[in-house]
Structure formats: C-alpha cells, structure tokens
C-alpha cells in the first residue's frame, strides 16, 4: 500500500508522529504488564518522554531537511550527522532521565538486589551505577558534540597532547585525585556507609560518599569532612567497618592495702566474663596486676566484643566498668583516689 504524497511532504512528519504515539503506547503497555512492579515501572514511564520525543526531532528534522533547497544547505550539515546527534543525544536525556528515577526511587532499588549480598556491596553498587549513568550520559553528549561540529580525529589527537602538556604544568593534583578515585572503585579499600580512620591526618568518619575527585565523610559530631582522594594513595587507611570483634579495656586501681585480694577479685572478674554473652569467648580475656603505682596497684582488664560495632562496644564497656565497681566493693577491697596532706611549717 503506497502513502498518498499530501503538500509540503507532509506525510513524512504525520509517520513520525504516528511511529512516536506508537512507542508511547508500547511503552505504556510494558509499564502495566512486563514491568509494572516498582521501581522498573517507574524506570520505563521516566523514559516515555525522552525516547518519543526524538523520534519526533528526528522526524522533524528529516521534513524539515528535505523542504530546504539543496544549494541552501550548509556544507557542514547533512542529514545522516543530524540524526546520529539526535539519537546519541536523545540516549543520553534518556539515562539522565533514568539517573533522576533511580536517584528518587534509591532505596527500592537498592531492595531488588539480591539478597545474599551484604548491605555495604549493595550500597557499593548502587554508589557505580549512579556514577555510571553520570559518566555515560556525559560521554555520549560528548560524543554528539563532537560529532555534528566534524571533529577529527587528529584534533582530538592533538587536544590529547594539549592535555598532556596541562597535565605537565599543573594538572598533576587532579590526575592523581581522578585516578586514585578510580582505584577506589577498583581495589575497594572502603564503601559508602563504613567507618574509617586516617591516622595521620587526624581524620575519622562514615564514608557518605566517593566521587572521582574527592571522598565525602561524616564526622561523629556531624560534621562533613571532604577528603581528596589523592591521600588515599599516599596514606594508610583503617577501615573499621571490617574489624571482626572490638577490644575493650578497662584500667582500674587498688590500694596498696587490698594486694593480698587480688587473685579473688581476678577469679570473679573472670568468671563474670564467662557469662557475658556480649563477650566473644573465642579471644583473649585476661585481668591482671599491671603495675605498681606510685600510691596505687595498678590493674587491666581485657576483653574483646562479639559485634564489630562501635556503639556495642561501648556498651559492653559500660556494663564492664560498673561490673568492676561492684566486684571490688563485694570483697572488701576499694579504689584509690587523689590525696594530699598539707604540712604547716610553725611560725618562727
């Protein structure tokens, strides 16, 4: 069947027009069947608009094209390069489009990755993909750009060198950070959402989030701390996210006068760490007489957590202090504490 020619060559846009009510309508039916469970629902609506809306630039396009006298087309513009850049930037509005879905819908997303994987990789994947789309999006803008204005490739060779050169003068922080940022991504010495320390910058904190120039952490006390990444590559690290079990400490006194009670309360204190059963019985438990201070015994106890977080190991060190307190004053012995005679010389 032959489509009537109508004026102006009109038949060429009302067949784009129809092609992009037809993909509205397929995607609009996938939406309610295939994926109509959240959040792939959401993820094929948000592209709706950006997928039917180059399908009529293009088509647009093309009967506008078509309409200009030869001899008024510019030399530079052809049709075959004006839709490669419509298409490569209708894919791009597409993933940013899927980026703002994905950004709003984070935590259902995040539940549809499978089960057996810990909370920290999936919030590592979660943190690539979105940095994915970032990067995609902005490559294949790129891409159109450099496409539509006939860019050679011996430009581009050349923009390389004139690259390399700024990197020679200059530049070397931001490579370093870019390509440490990278190595992070790579090796994954931390995620978003562990504990870390850099113990020579004084710095700890949540990791809230890794980009390619810079590490943003969270300190206790709330405050953000922004981080280059190029210390990553230069110093050491402590991820104390990774620790198995927490080592609690407790350092306490006698007098002089309870020496002989020390082994009784070394045997009760060691028989109540038994039976915590926040106290990981796998490691090392000991209390013992440290040393001999100058108007004290000095004693230790150790113990290490059965959580590797933070907040329970302080909480079993609550419970341990009060626990020393109660063992010392049930056998008859006490704690020392700061004393000072004051000696009057007589008047002359």
């Not at 094929?44 to 997928?51: A, D, I, K, P």
């Not at 809230?208 to 953000?224: H, V």
């Amino acid at each position: 069947m032959l489509i009537p020619e109508l004026p102006w060559r009109l038949e060429r846009l009302l067949l784009g027009v129809l092609i992009a009510a037809s993909v509205w309508a397929v995607l609009q039916i996938l939406s309610r069947t295939v994926f109509r469970r959240q959040p792939w629902r959401s993820l094929v609506l948000s592209s709706c608009l950006s997928v039917c809306s180059t399908v009529l630039a293009i088509a647009l396009t093309t009967w506008l094209f078509q309409l200009i006298p030869t001899r008024a087309k510019l030399s530079i513009l052809e049709l075959e390069s004006l839709r490669s850049f419509l298409l490569t930037c209708g894919a791009a509005w597409t993933i940013r489009r899927w980026k703002g879905c994905f950004l709003g819908q984070r935590a259902q997303f995040t539940e549809r990755l499978p089960s057996s994987l810990a909370s920290r990789e999936k919030l590592f994947l979660v943190d690539v993909l979105e940095k994915l789309l970032s990067t995609t999006s902005f490559v294949l803008l790129l891409l159109a750009a450099l496409g539509i204005l006939g860019v050679p490739v011996t430009v581009l060779a050349t923009a390389g060198g004139l690259g390399a050169a700024a990197v020679a003068f200059g530049a070397q922080s931001v490579v370093s950070n870019s390509l440490t940022g990278f190595s992070l991504y790579i090796n994954r010495p931390f995620v978003v959402g562990d504990f870390i320390e850099i113990p020579s910058e004084k710095l700890s904190g949540f990791v809230e989030k890794i980009s390619w120039y810079y590490t943003q952490l969270r300190t206790y006390d709330r405050q953000p701390v922004f981080i280059p990444n190029s210390i990553f590559g230069s110093q050491s690290v402590v991820n104390m996210s990774k620790i198995d079990n927490r080592r609690v400490t407790i350092n306490f006194s006698l007098t002089y006068n309870d020496r002989n009670k020390i082994p009784a309360i070394r045997e009760e204190l060691m028989h109540q760490l038994e039976r915590n059963e926040h106290v990981d019985q796998q490691h090392e438990r000991f209390v013992i007489l440290q040393s001999y201070g100058e108007s004290s015994l000095d004693c230790q106890l150790v113990c290490c957590s059965t959580s590797n977080d933070y907040l329970d190991a302080l909480e079993l060190q609550h419970t341990l202090l009060l626990l020393v307190g109660d063992v010392v004053e049930s056998l008859g012995a006490s704690m020392p504490f700061p004393t000072r005679t004051v000696i009057q010389a007589d008047r002359l």
